[in-house]
């Protein structure tokens, strides 16, 4: 069975500094990973995928994410974090062996502080 | 602007209302879903329809029904719904065949049960 997990319920991070998002997977065959924000009072966006080739993939709003076969892991990640970054981020793997469910993660709350 | 429109965005009801909440999807996708997200809990995905036909059905209780008139048109019908089936209704849609896709949602029907 395709299993994403966030271990973190929430991160908080000072403006200016860099951000780490983690992600595990639990995926049979090659993983296709996805990450996904949602801002307040709006639905979820997608901001950037892993299907193959190189393991840092640039995404939306200057956000990248590495994925690591050993470590089983697809972290998010950003330089330098903004105020207006503070949303919910969802880690997601799409649908695979026939099935039409995608599988999300619980979703991490990041906070930004000025 | 995702392309996928959900109306209303705002929905207050009595537990004795009839009501229906419409998604509409302008992408040329053939699959769409109706997530619940609850505050504090995981997205919980409630129904799928891939071509039309509905593939998905995770155990939701007979007072939500869903009905895919076209490949384009997503509602799902309330009907004697109680308090705690307020939450936000997403919608979304994406390719089926496309297993490397991502999802496209709207921006959500909040929903409140008095």
């Known amino acids: 069975a395709q299993s994403v997990a966030q271990p973190e319920d929430q991160v908080n991070v000072a403006e200016g500094n860099p951000l780490t998002v983690k992600c595990t997977y639990s995926v049979s065959g090659n993983p296709y990973l996805f990450w996904y924000v949602q801002y307040p009072n709006r639905g979820l966006q997608f901001l950037l995928k892993y299907i193959t080739g190189d393991n840092l993939v640039k995404g939306s709003y200057g956000f990248e994410a590495e994925f690591n076969k050993s470590q089983t892991s697809f972290h998010l990640k950003k330089p330098s974090a903004l105020v207006s970054d503070s949303a919910l981020y969802f880690c997601?793997?799409?649908?695979?062996?026939?099935?039409?469910?995608?599988?999300f993660g619980r979703g991490t709350s990041l906070i930004v502080h000025p | 602007e995702t392309g996928v429109t959900q109306t209303p965005r705002h929905l207050v009801m009595g537990m004795t209302n009839k009501k229906s909440l419409k998604c509409e999807q302008h992408l040329g996708h053939n699959a769409m879903y109706w997530y619940k997200q609850s505050a504090k809990k995981p997205l919980e995905l409630m129904f799928v329809y891939s071509l039309e036909e509905r593939v998905e059905n995770n155990s939701v209780p007979s007072r939500f029904s869903p009905e895919c008139p076209n490949s384009s048109h997503l509602f799902l019908h309330l009907h004697t719904l109680q308090p705690e089936d307020s939450a936000l209704y997403l919608c979304?849609?994406?390719?089926?065949?496309?297993?490397?896709?991502?999802?496209?949602f709207g921006e959500g029907s909040r929903l409140t049960v008095l």
């Open positions: 997601a793997t799409p649908p695979g062996g026939g099935s039409y469910i995608p599988t």
């Open positions: 979304a849609s994406s390719q089926a065949s496309g297993l490397a896709g991502e999802l496209f």
